[in-house]
């Protein structure tokens, strides 16, 4: 086994998790993410805590989603009601042998189980702010993810620990560093009411009075770097066109231009996959506002790979999320739906907060 894969493991379970004896920890990945669900496993036998594994097996998905009637699409099996309750800690592995094989599947099948599992993830996240729960993603490098992203499989998964900060002596001091001067800007940012963001193809302007903004260093996704809020529901006025193509539950949309009045939004379109993205954000009321404004900070990603947990961290550019806000950033958007859209901003952007000019060519003024 790469060594470093049980450096990662480690590090998520004592550093994200701070998995603790005695504490049910859910591993969950698909077939691909092996050797990293098998070394975080035995971590938490080391540590002394109740893990258990939970192996997806995307060919039953795209079975389900594909011949299963309206009714099963919408079944949530009671265990997964029971354990979204009982859990203390959740592991998710990302990584895939093929990133693209709901690609076939019809859009409208997707919101239908996509939306019957709002409540689970509403329980989820309720439960992360309260902190009765912990759960960290993670990307495990596969052959899939590494062509998605242009790259043989060896530059991959230097590319995926480099942005984890794998190759220091000790990954954790690195992100605490890293949590320590993202809370100063939280601190500062936390006094601002009216955010304007300004780039090619981009003048937007949302509110931010009330809402708190959260340090990303590792603990929920990894590799992280970001400060990200909630923006009041009813705020977000302006244009956004996004850099990047965006991926989401296998689908590409490239191009994607939004309109927003009063919070929603009233107009978009796409270079590609234009009736995909419609029909997402028809998924429910709360899916054509924004759950979250985010600046990416993490510098060591320096390349798009069209993987949505590393191109949003990308230093120097914001994303904003359709749908369901974060409790902890005091947000009251409630969706199914919550798809990341990543934006550049390092040539001429910049974000002014009430007035004042606070983040230019890809960095913070303050």
């Not at 989603?65 to 354990?83: A, R, W």
């Not at 919101?111 to 495990?140: C, I």
């Not at 990200?228 to 850099?243: H, L, N, W």
């Not at 409790?327 to 919550?338: F, I, T, V």
Request: hydrophobic share 35%; charged share 30%.
């Amino acid at each position: 086994m790469d060594p470093r894969v049980t450096r990662l493991a480690k590090l998520l379970l004592n550093y994200s998790l701070r998995l603790k004896k005695g504490q049910l920890l859910k591993i969950q990945g698909e077939i691909a993410t092996l050797p990293l669900i098998k070394a975080a496993y035995e971590e938490a036998v080391r540590i002394g805590a109740h893990p258990y594994t939970d192996i997806i097996v995307p060919d039953n998905r795209e079975i389900l989603l594909k011949h299963g009637s309206d009714n099963q699409l919408g079944y949530v099996t009671p265990m997964s009601k029971v354990e979204v309750n009982r859990i203390d800690a959740l592991l998710a592995i990302w990584g895939s042998e093929n990133t693209r094989y709901l690609s076939g599947v019809k859009p409208r099948r997707q919101v239908l189980m996509q939306r019957a599992r709002k409540p689970y993830l509403t329980k989820l996240f309720k439960r992360s702010a309260e902190g009765s729960l912990r759960w960290v993603g993670t990307l495990y490098p596969t052959l899939a993810d590494a062509q998605q992203a242009e790259l043989s499989l060896t530059d991959f998964a230097e590319f995926v620990y480099r942005a984890g900060h794998l190759q220091a002596a000790d990954p954790a001091k690195h992100w605490k560093k890293v949590q320590k001067e993202q809370t100063r800007l939280g601190r500062i940012l936390d006094r601002v009411d009216r955010i304007h963001v300004r780039t090619s193809g981009t003048d937007l302007k949302l509110r931010a009075k009330g809402r708190k903004w959260i340090s990303c260093h590792g603990t929920q996704n990894f590799p992280d770097g970001e400060i990200f809020t909630s923006p009041i529901e009813d705020s977000a006025e302006g244009r956004v066109r996004f850099s990047y193509p965006s991926v989401y539950a296998g689908r590409e949309v490239e191009g994607v231009e939004l309109e927003f009045r009063r919070g929603r939004v009233v107009r978009e379109s796409a270079d590609k996959n234009l009736r995909y993205l419609t029909e997402m954000l028809n998924m429910d009321t709360g899916s054509r506002r924004l759950g979250e404004f985010a600046v990416g900070t993490n510098y060591d990603i320096k390349r798009f790979s069209k993987n949505t947990l590393f191109d949003e961290k990308i230093g120097g550019t914001f994303h904003m999320a359709l749908g369901a806000s974060i409790p902890e950033a005091r947000g009251k958007n409630k969706s199914a739906l919550h798809w990341d859209m990543v934006c550049d901003l390092k040539k001429g952007g910049e974000i002014i907060a009430d007035g004042k000019v606070i983040y230019r060519n890809g960095k913070f003024t303050i």
